[in-house]
Nanobody
């Protein structure tokens, strides 16, 4: 499974972004998908995913083999590289990431 993430950018604090991740295979068949974030000097952390809720909203559109992460009310500490993740048939798959920078 190849994952292509997009939608990152520079946004002021309080702003919004929507990240997209397109999979090379049908997301309908993928058991689990999620978004992770890695901020400078920190470990990669889970942000949201299937059956995992956080500050941001994760949702799927299986018709387009795409998952999304809606980022609202962004804070500077939300800055980092956001990675799309899929677990399919017991294997882990990562996208290359998309950079989100939130200015104060």
């Amino acid at each position: 499974v190849q994952l292509q993430a997009s939608g990152g950018g520079l946004v002021p604090a309080g702003g919004s972004l929507r990240l997209s991740c397109v999979a090379s295979t049908s997301t309908f068949d993928i058991n689990y998908m999620a978004w992770y974030r890695q901020s400078p000097g920190k470990a990669r952390e889970l942000v949201a995913g299937d059956a995992v809720r956080g500050r941001f909203t994760f949702f799927r559109d299986n018709a387009w083999n795409t998952v999304y992460l809606q980022l609202d009310d962004l804070l500077p500490e939300d800055s980092g590289v956001y990675y799309c993740y899929a677990r399919d048939r017991g294997k882990d798959h990562w996208g290359k990431g998309t950079l989100v920078t939130v200015s104060s």
